[in-house]
């Protein structure tokens, strides 16, 4: 089957949008040295190891990305989504949207449940690109 293996976010600023990611995920991000000529500011990102595992105990093996300079304006505020939008699987969505409103995150659509599988929420981080959060619940109603 053909899977995601790499994602990238495209950041104004990118001290402040690596820490924003540090903040609310614990993710950590490290200076690709690109010695190419032409080549552009690059950090790799590790969101975990293979072995990680979700909050329900099991393991989960994810995927690691990438963040570079955005080569061209910012996301409007009000415009649709116009890329992908990565979702990450948390245990309490609550305590997330804490540290993701104390990080400078705002939202973008609030905390909802879908039925019989997990709440979820939208948030946009401090570069203006949407992300999800989604905490499994059966209970979710």
Do not use: C
Not at 21 to 41: I, L, M, R
Not at 46 to 64: A, E, F, L, R
Request: hydrophobic share 40%.
């Amino acid at each position: 089957m053909n899977r995601p293996t790499h994602f990238e976010i495209h950041a104004d600023d990118l001290v402040r949008a690596s820490k924003f990611y540090t903040d609310v995920f614990g993710w950590t991000f490290q200076k690709w040295e690109n010695k190419a000529a032409g080549a552009t500011e690059y950090y790799m990102i590790t969101t975990g190891t293979q072995d990680s595992t979700g909050p329900d105990g099991k393991v989960w093996p994810g995927i690691n990305g990438g963040m570079l300079k955005r080569m061209g304006p910012s996301p409007a505020e009000g415009q649709a989504v116009n890329a992908y939008v990565i979702t990450m699987d948390v245990g309490s969505i609550d305590e997330t949207i804490s540290k993701i409103e104390k990080a400078g995150g705002t939202v973008a659509l609030p905390k909802f449940a879908m039925p019989g599988m997990a709440w979820i929420a939208y948030y946009k981080d401090t570069e203006g690109n949407i992300f999800g959060v989604m905490q499994r619940d059966a209970a979710a109603k």
